[in-house]
């Protein structure tokens, strides 16, 4: 019983350490910055992509900018495919890029002076950093 407890554990431990968003393949590949909808910018997005071969787990990365220090992402139980993107808008939702937002009701993303968006894994590691040119 106590050894089908731990080896259970174990087998968690192991697969938290296989798949998860710290592997370097997981990068933020774009952001669109310049949104079209007045004042808001609530279509702005950050997209994320799994550069790798093998599944990557989003759960529990977050995703900030940091040059204002908000606001900040976090995802929810989220496997990414290989070679797929995933957006997180400012305000909208598009389940086709599969429904992440910040819900957040002002532009997020500076036109006149870039911010730097950071990806971390959901220990607090840094794993991917964008800015962008304007
Ligand atoms: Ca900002
Ligand atoms: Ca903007």
């Known amino acids: 019983m106590k050894i089908k407890f731990v080896s259970s554990i174990l087998t968690l431990f192991l697969l938290i ?44 990365c977050v995703l900030v900018d940091i040059s204002d220090g908000y606001p900040s992402f976090t995802f929810p139980f989220y496997i990414l495919a290989p070679g797929k993107s995933i957006r997180v808008y400012t305000n909208e939702y598009h389940p086709e890029w599969g429904g992440f937002s910040f819900e957040y009701s002002r532009a997020i993303w500076n036109n006149s002076e870039p911010d730097v968006a950071v990806l971390y894994d959901n220990q607090g590691k840094e794993v991917s950093r964008k800015s962008y040119l304007n």
């Open 17 to 60: 350490l296989v798949i998860g968003c710290a592997a370097p393949n997981v990068q933020i590949t774009y952001i669109f910055y310049d949104g079209q909808v007045p004042n808001v910018e609530s279509d702005e997005y950050v997209e994320i992509t799994n550069l790798g071969d093998h599944p990557q787990d989003l759960t529990g």
